[in-house]
Antibody
Framework: QVVESGGAVVQPEGSLRLSCTLSGITLDGSAMHWVRQAPGKGLEWVSLITSDGAATFYSGSVKGRFTISRDDSSNSLFLQMDHLITEDTAFYYC??????????????WGQGTLVIVSS | DIQMTQSPSSLSASIGDRVTITCRSSQTVYTYLNWYQQRPGKAPKLLIY???SLQSGVPSRFSGSGSGTDFTLTISSLQREDFATYYC?????????FGGGTKVEIK
């Protein structure tokens, strides 16, 4: 299973670090995504890290503020979020992708962790 | 960025109905197109990848078709557990963008 953690209430311009831990399935060899969903809204892709960690990609709305990273030894994925704004309020999901880039298919998703940015 | 447009944004259907949802991209995504189902309060679930490949464990009443800029998700005979919101996502170019979603409701 995939379990996200680290969600909290944080003030604007604050920072937060989300974690995603895989159990029973391996992070090794998998690309990983972060996807978010504001309450009552649609899905928004946030970030991707390749299976070897050599490349990272971001949506325009978070580029320069968020950093994705991974630690295969602990089967964990991270999202460092800095300079948070109210528009970052959302459930954050991580997803494993064994197929990226040739046949992307995020097949295992966590249940999400809620980030609320509010003063 | 590639824009993904789904239609309709919502629909009402009955058990047993055939349901079709369309997704259009602002430029070609070849067959780099995934479909997801999301039930209220739950994580998205991958249904179809590479435009037409059925994800393991997904019922065969779900099918996907299309290439280039126009894609379709079809549910051949709607079941109660299919009432949910469906999203397409292009995986051709980063940022990997989602469509706005189609909510399937009970008539």
């Amino acid at each position: 299973q995939v379990v996200e953690s680290g969600g909290a209430v944080v003030q604007p311009e604050g920072s937060l670090r989300l974690s995603c831990t895989l159990s029973g399935i391996t992070l090794d060899g998998s690309a990983m995504h972060w996807v978010r969903q504001a309450p009552g809204k649609g899905l928004e892709w946030v970030s991707l890290i390749t299976s070897d960690g050599a490349a990272t990609f971001y949506s325009g709305s978070v580029k320069g503020r968020f950093t994705i990273s991974r630690d295969d030894s602990s089967n964990s994925l991270f999202l460092q979020m800095d300079h948070l704004i109210t528009e970052d309020t959302a459930f954050y999901y991580c997803a494993r992708d064994l197929g990226y880039p040739t046949e992307p298919k995020p097949d295992f998703w966590g249940q999400g962790t809620l980030v609320i940015v509010s003063s | 960025d590639i824009q993904m447009t789904q239609s309709p944004s919502s629909l009402s259907a009955s058990i047993g109905d055939r349901v079709t949802i369309t997704c259009r991209s602002s430029q070609t995504v070849y067959t780099y197109l995934n479909w997801y189902q999301q039930r209220p309060g739950k994580a998205p679930k991958l249904l179809i990848y590479a435009a037409s490949s059925l994800q393991s464990g997904v019922p065969s009443r779900f099918s996907g078709s299309g290439s280039g800029t126009d894609f379709t998700l079809t549910i051949s005979s709607l079941q109660r557990e299919d009432f949910a919101t469906y999203y397409c996502q292009q995986t051709s170019n980063t940022p990997l963008t989602f469509g706005g979603g189609t909510k399937v409701e009970i008539k």
